[in-house]
């Protein structure tokens, strides 16, 4: 099994796994996911992802910014998003 | 290919066990499931007989919470015991425990933590997202309604006062956190963590028997203070940076609301982390302890001891009890923070 680079990433719906990425090889791009119709624009840049822009009351996940490897994940509430490290260093965040 | 005597060993007895793991009857096994509930995202990972099943058996029972006592849901009790124009309202026992939990709460922390407190809320805006800073005789007048002791509980019955309105967030994920422990536990999982938006509850150890690594938010930047080695524990944070909104002029409102001032807490914290064997107890706590603030918050603890708390402080130190002493490691780039162990023998 190829050894893990740690920064493979997964964007989720609904708990259900829409893309994987490894942040450290893939093409800088940007997806739109759509959920009834509201969209989350989704950015991969140098190695990064974030929510770029959301059609979404509270724009909580533009707010997040950046995926950061402190365990939190990027998640839209109302569009059910959730974009995650899949190998995270902590088992869970406090917050 | 030569064939010698020993072949069963090699090809007989592996595939005896192989029968024998996939034979029916409950062995222990690991599952994961995550969703979104209680107006945040649940990931749920757990070991144990069946666990793929006790696990969508513990989001039926958060959902049909949900439905039970969420604040704007119109077929709540919370919601009837809302709109009863000062009528006594019967309510489930489950309902009850949970009032008279959150009542007891707030006559321990003599009124830091107060469930009437949600007019105010709604009026910084935080309940609609549109965030304002109310007038002071609209604080005043909304103020004159919150007092925990304006609901009356007895047995199943509950009455509120005209204008009062009684909302559990404060304390509701901590309390369905803790029904979910007891239900894995019932189900002979033995190994899990749970994780309502933050509201953190481990059942064990993880399964290869070490501690669970939770981290802490830095409430001043991207990234975790530091981490708490857990086991068979609940850990709560409540922070200011979780919600909050900046006015024109640069000053920062959050969702933590003083019960007496009717204004976002002051006390001089930024977060507090409450880790404790009940989930309701955390969230209960690091509520009011918010509220509190860190010498009345040390004193608290002194006097009660029954848990553990990391205060962050508004200028960067950070003040935790002795008992987490040995269980948070802060991170590298925070080593050089002011740490002060809080002790139970005064000066």
Not at chain 2, 165 to 179: F, H, N, S
Not at chain 2, 181 to 193: F, H, I, K, M, W
Not at chain 2, 207 to 219: E, F, H, K, Y
């Amino acid at each position: 099994m190829r050894p893990s680079t740690g920064k493979t990433v997964e964007i989720l719906q609904d708990g259900n796994v829409l893309y994987t990425f490894d942040l450290s090889r893939t093409e800088d791009q940007v997806i739109e996911v759509f959920y009834q119709n509201r969209s989350n624009t989704v950015q991969i840049q140098d190695g990064k992802i974030c929510v770029q822009a959301a059609e979404c009351p509270d724009q909580t996940c533009v707010h997040m910014g950046y995926l950061s490897d402190s365990g939190l994940p990027i998640v839209c509430l109302p569009n059910r998003l959730v974009i995650q490290f899949s190998n995270a260093e902590l088992d869970g965040i406090a917050n | 290919m030569r064939v010698n005597g020993k072949w069963y060993f090699h090809c007989l007895i592996p595939a005896l066990l192989l029968l024998a793991l996939c034979g029916c009857g409950k062995s222990a096994e690991s599952a994961e499931h995550s969703f979104f509930a209680l107006d945040t995202y649940i990931t749920m990972q757990a070991t144990g007989p069946d666990a793929e099943a006790v696990l969508m058996a513990a989001e039926e029972q958060m959902q049909a919470r949900e439905r039970q006592w969420s604040v704007t849901n119109p077929d709540s009790e919370i919601y009837a015991i809302n709109h009863s124009d000062g009528n006594m309202v019967e309510i489930s026992l489950d309902t009850a425990k949970l009032i008279q939990f959150a009542l007891d709460m707030s006559a321990q922390t003599d009124g830091a933590l107060d469930p009437t407190i949600y007019p105010v809320l709604t009026a910084w805006g935080f309940t609609t997202g549109s965030y304002q800073v109310p007038d002071q005789d609209t604080i005043d007048e909304l103020l004159s309604a919150v007092d925990y002791r304006n609901i009356h509980l007895k047995d199943s019955s509950v009455t509120i006062e005209d204008g009062v309105q009684i909302d559990l967030g404060a304390v509701a994920k901590g309390y369905i956190g803790d029904e979910v422990a007891d239900l894995l536990r019932e189900q002979g999982v033995t190994s899990a963590l749970i994780n309502l938006g933050g509201n953190v509850q481990t059942i064990g150890t993880k399964p290869d028997g070490s501690l669970w690594r939770i981290g802490v938010r830095n409430p001043f930047a991207d990234g975790n203070l530091g981490v708490l080695q857990v086991e068979d524990m609940a850990v709560v944070t409540s922070g200011g940076y979780e919600r909050y909104f900046t006015d024109e002029a640069g000053n920062t409102y959050w969702h933590i609301i003083d019960p007496k001032t009717g204004y976002p807490a002051d006390s001089g914290l930024v977060s507090v982390t409450v880790a404790a064997s009940e989930g309701k107890r955390c969230d209960a706590l690091s509520t009011a302890l918010f509220v509190m603030g860190p010498e009345q918050a040390a004193d608290y603890w002194r006097s009660c001891g029954d848990f553990e708390m990391l205060l962050v402080l508004a200028d960067g130190d950070i003040w935790l009890t002795d008992g987490l002493n040995n269980t948070f490691t802060l991170s590298e780039k925070d080593t050089n923070r002011e740490v002060t162990v809080i002790r139970h023998e005064t000066k």
